[in-house]
């Protein structure tokens, strides 16, 4: 019988090919790489000459790192998931 352990920490990260640890660094960075680019998109609806494409730049840039998981990732997104702060 698998444990709670398993089933709340490991499933999903495992469908991923990915470590607890590993997962948690990249949806932690995947996170506030998001929380980033919705508060330029904030701060560019009160301003709209600021921040103009921060925001779906950020999105188009994330979308194929995010719609790929478990595949081989390219070696420039695997950067971007290495250090994903030099991106934001």
């Known amino acids: 019988m698998r ?17 607890y640890g590993e997962h948690f660094v990249f949806a932690a960075g995947f996170g506030l ?3 980033g680019a919705g508060a330029a998109a904030v701060v560019h609806a009160l301003v709209p ?11 188009k840039r994330l979308y194929p790192i995010v719609a790929n998981r ?18 934001i």
């Open 49 to 59: 000459c600021l921040f103009e494409r921060t925001a779906s730049t950020t999105v």
């Open 70 to 87: 478990g595949a081989p990732m390219p070696a420039a997104a695997q950067r971007v998931v290495d250090d994903p702060r030099a991106y």
């Open 3 to 19: 444990s709670v352990i398993d089933r709340v920490f490991l499933d999903h990260p495992g469908s991923v090919n990915e470590s």
């Open 33 to 35: 790489t998001l929380m």
